[in-house]
């Protein structure tokens, strides 16, 4: 792919698994894009080859951004007598502790929610939500896609 095509990935958006994975770099001579998403609060930086990355953002081509901030978001953070809910054509979802974690779960379901699912292919071994999930921290395990072989950063 020409390097000015490639440029066009950096800032592209896709969710998988409920987390919403973020293009922050790519490396044409490598043939791998740097990919940021926050899971438990902490930022997770990974190497993904471009083959999966072009496949994930095409199999997220609706991805709409709802807004915590907005009038109509808040409205579904309800306080009860147990704890905090939000409100889902599900029902309602809780409790949980405080405000914040009712918040931030609102957020992981409207990510889960739009996850289109991505198109039966050959796993590449790339790290996705669950795998960076259980990575180390602050260190993370990355896959070289090339070599197969992994080392912390």
């Not at 889902?88 to 779960?105: D, I, L, M, W």
């Not at 996850?115 to 996705?128: F, Q, S």
Request: net charge positive; glycine share 8%; proline share 7%.
């Amino acid at each position: 792919m020409p390097a000015q095509r490639l440029q066009r990935f950096e800032g592209r958006l896709f969710t998988e698994d409920g987390c919403l994975f973020m293009v922050v770099g790519v490396d044409d001579a490598a043939g791998t894009a740097r990919i940021s998403c926050r899971l438990d609060g902490h930022l997770q930086i990974i190497d993904m080859p471009l083959a999966d990355v072009a496949r994930r953002i095409g199999a997220c081509t609706a991805v709409v951004m709802d807004n915590l901030n907005s009038p109509e978001t808040q409205k579904r953070l309800q306080e009860s007598k147990d704890g905090w809910y939000f409100t889902a054509r599900e029902g309602k979802q809780g409790p949980f502790a405080t405000a914040s974690e009712a918040a931030s779960q609102l957020c992981r379901y409207i990510l889960r929610m739009q996850t289109v699912p991505v198109p039966a292919m050959p796993r590449t071994g790339t790290p996705l939500a669950r795998d960076v999930a259980s990575a180390p921290l602050p260190r993370r395990r990355v896959a070289d896609a090339r070599s197969g072989v992994s080392h912390h950063v």
